[in-house]
């Protein structure tokens, strides 16, 4: 079978960004799949291509993947217009290639909500199966943070992401909040599958050569966050602890933040302006490399910003990262996620916007060295158990192929 993937942010693991599209695309391979990955250039990516763009577009074999690249740039730290405009370019472009490609299924990931876009013309113009997969609930996560408020766009949104369901023949909803989400739209619950991300227990729990930036001493508590610094991922969180912190007098807890984004200027000049020297600041780095600072960490940081849309609604890459390479997890909101490192006592979940609390669990950690590396082992059993990423393409692979 002929899978035509769309993913406007997809990479290899010689990127920095998430590789959950490359595991898919790996795994349909593996199944006796062709696969076609329809994708944009994205700053944090690597999608394996090369050659010079020729009318704005590449194409050409990764790994067994074939990869049709867009020349759209896309990156973190572009403004609001900047990337709607790339949605839509990218979107209007995938709809000639839906059109015109030979496939037999088409699937489709967001964000953002525009990837639908091909599934519904491919569906309604050429009867082909479309396959869904939702990473976050719109319009209601931009709307809850208030980065959307007009009402005719909202409205807009809506009649696509409503589109969007019901042309599809099966969904993917990321985490149970989003598989409900989607349920509440009027969608059989028989058409909607939960497969959330997973670890990559190939890269992460193998061994490395460790390193820490070199603002971290060995004998400090390193507490990583990785990935994008925006609105939706609220560091300030992390700025307010460092400063309880310092308050405090432990200068052996660092908090190293990894990656980039529209906040990530703000942020610095923050931890700046209030003197933080707890604070450190690191380019992001690819699967490997950032494999290997994990090895060395003490403790993960899931932060996002105290919206309650978040709650359910998400299955960010970083937990699953932390939990593969054997770190506890320091969460700072409820949902889900906590649930999880609550029950099988791998980390640490605090109330947000709670510094104190922040503060406390960090110092607890750093003061209970033998206790935190049990918090470790767990987190990896649960890696291994419930999120191993090769179980969860497995079962990727045989929905998006169902007959």
Known sequence: MKILYFHQHFSTPKGSAGIRSYAMAQSLIRNGHQVTM??????AGQTGLSQPFEKGMRRG??????????ELPYSNSLSFLQRILIFLSFAFKSIKVALFEKYDVLFATTTPLTAGI??????WFRRKPFVFEVRDLWPELPKAMGVIKNPIILWLMSILEWASYHSADRLVGLSPGIVEGIVKRGIDPEKVAS?????????FATDHQSWRPEQVSGNDLMAIFTGT???ANGLDAVIDAAVELQKRGRNDIKLVLVGDGMQKKPLIASAQQLELTNVVF??????NKLAALMASADIGLQILANIPAFYYGTSPNKFFDYIAAGLPVLNNYPGWLADSITDRKCGFAVPPENPSAFADALEYAADHRNELKEMGVNAQQLAREQFNREDLSQKFSEWVAKE
Do not use: R, Y
């Open 38 to 43: 329809v994708c944009g250039s994205f700053g």
């Open 61 to 70: 074999d990764v790994d067994g993947i074939e990869v049709i690249e867009f």
């Open 118 to 123: 091909p599934g519904i013309f491919a569906k």
């Open 195 to 203: 497969i959330p991300n997973g670890c990559d227990l190939d890269i």
């Open 229 to 231: 610094h925006g609105l």
């Open 282 to 287: 690191h380019e992001p780095v690819n699967k």
